[in-house]
């Protein structure tokens, strides 16, 4: 009786677990602006994945019949896995007809990893100096010379940057394009503004035209104070702060500006869209998505023939936003045309709230 008790449980969990998994797997499919819920439950995949497997493993020795259950969701979720947590092996080191691309949330340049620093040599641009980029898409950039609360930076570091890329472009928006190769600003018919960034670019490489697309969608819009309760929360704080009463009020709050930022993607990755559909040939969108690999967002691009570069050439799980313990891959890659991602990781860069993408392209 006992042992039945325990299988009608366990075959319950791994039905429920498998569910969510799905949804959490499919759930980029469904429109935020019909039903909101599957984007939330496309955050949590990665919790989702990480108790199917434990559950799988436990299965094995429990219950072979609820470990097939667990072995056939995760089968079915494959897919979705790989976009997570890809396998790609080799590099190919062949220089010829290949560009490395850059795109880099730079934090208005602030130092995210010493606030209080008064050097001039300022790391982020540093390491954009260094970096053996060919393409550098900026976001949260209005200049070379602009950091949000911080230091100047030195004459002899812009321009070392502006040697190595002779052409450049930064938008009231704070868009910015550093390049090696001489390109032209498109001129677009959607106008930004303040959640919603995005410049395109003609890029000329020798004979071939590249069409890139920089953009910055609509960020989730947590306060400070929403920031610093959340971090409290997940201290465990909540009963020496007395936070218990206000847990649920950042439950219903994060719940309204989440379900906002869901929606709001959707109408801005529709416009991207549709630009990108009046645009022949090869064609990159990149930058600060603001959404994780599985949503709305990203899945849109992929229905459109895009591919994720970090799907086809970067290796393993990571993330590329690394504050107030929200830990997601936020920033994308998609191409589309006669190119191939040949090799794509996350670059760990203290010195903004983001990690940036490098991806090696060849033509």
């Known amino acids: 009786m006992k042992s039945r008790l325990i299988l009608i449980i366990d075959l319950s969990l791994s039905f429920i677990l498998g569910l969510l998994l799905i949804l959490s797997s499919y759930g980029g499919n469904i429109d935020p602006r019909e039903w909101v819920l599957p984007s939330f439950v496309v955050m949590m995949f990665p919790l989702f994945l990480i108790l199917m497997i434990i559950l799988f493993i436990v299965n094995i020795?429990?219950?072979?019949?609820?470990?097939?259950?667990?072995?056939?969701?995760?089968?079915?979720?494959?897919?979705?896995?790989?976009?997570?947590?890809?396998?790609?092996?080799?590099?190919?080191?062949?220089?010829?007809?290949?560009?490395?691309?850059?795109t880099y949330n730079v934090f208005q340049l602030h130092d995210f990893s010493?606030?209080?620093?008064?050097?001039?040599?300022?790391?982020?641009?540093?390491?954009?100096?260094?970096?053996?980029?060919?393409?550098?898409?900026?976001?949260?950039?209005?200049?070379?010379?602009?950091?949000?609360?911080?230091?100047?930076?030195?004459?002899?570091?812009?321009?070392?940057?502006?040697?190595?890329?002779?052409?450049?472009?930064?938008?009231?928006?704070?868009?910015?394009?550093?390049?090696?190769?001489?390109?032209?600003?498109?001129?677009?018919?959607?106008?930004?503004?303040?959640?919603?960034?995005?410049?395109?670019y003609q890029i000329f490489i020798g004979s071939d035209t590249l069409t890139l697309i920089n953009v910055h969608l609509q960020s989730i819009g947590?306060?400070?104070?929403?920031?610093?309760?959340?971090?409290?929360?997940?201290?465990?704080?909540?009963?020496?702060?007395?936070?218990?009463?206000?847990?649920?009020?950042?439950?219903?709050?994060?719940?309204?500006?989440l379900s906002v930022a869901f929606k709001k993607r959707a109408n801005q990755i529709d416009k991207i869209c549709?630009?990108?559909?009046?645009?022949?040939?090869?064609?990159?969108?990149?930058?600060?998505?603001?959404?994780?690999?599985?949503?709305?967002?990203?899945?849109?691009?992929?229905?459109?023939g895009f591919k994720d570069a970090y799907r086809q050439a970067g290796r393993g799980p990571a993330i590329t936003y690394h504050d107030n313990r929200f830990y997601f891959r936020i920033d994308h890659v998609f191409y589309r045309g006669s190119l191939t991602a040949d090799y794509a990781t996350v670059k760990k860069n203290p010195s903004s709230d983001h990690y940036p993408v490098l991806v090696d392209f060849q033509i």
């Open 222 to 257: 947590l306060s400070k104070s929403d920031k610093e309760l959340y971090m409290q929360l997940t201290e465990g704080q909540t009963e020496e702060k007395g936070l218990k009463g206000e847990l649920k009020d950042i439950k219903n709050d994060l719940f309204s500006k």
């Open 274 to 304: 549709e630009m990108t559909d009046e645009i022949e040939g090869k064609v990159i969108v990149c930058g600060d998505f603001n959404d994780v690999t599985l949503s709305y967002a990203c899945t849109a691009l992929l229905k459109h």
């Open 61 to 102: 020795y429990v219950s072979r019949l609820c470990a097939g259950i667990n072995l056939l969701c995760l089968l079915i979720c494959g897919n979705a896995i790989l976009f997570f947590c890809p396998i790609n092996f080799g590099h190919n080191d062949n220089d010829k007809n290949c560009f490395k691309l850059l």
């Open 114 to 200: 010493n606030p209080e620093t008064t050097d001039p040599e300022n790391p982020t641009l540093k390491f954009l100096l260094n970096s053996g980029s060919d393409i550098i898409a900026l976001q949260e950039c209005y200049s070379l010379n602009y950091i949000k609360d911080g230091q100047k930076p030195s004459k002899e570091l812009i321009d070392s940057i502006c040697k190595i890329y002779p052409y450049t472009d930064f938008s009231p928006e704070a868009i910015g394009l550093l390049s090696i190769y001489p390109f032209k600003k498109i001129e677009q018919k959607y106008h930004p503004d303040y959640s919603f960034q995005t410049n395109s």
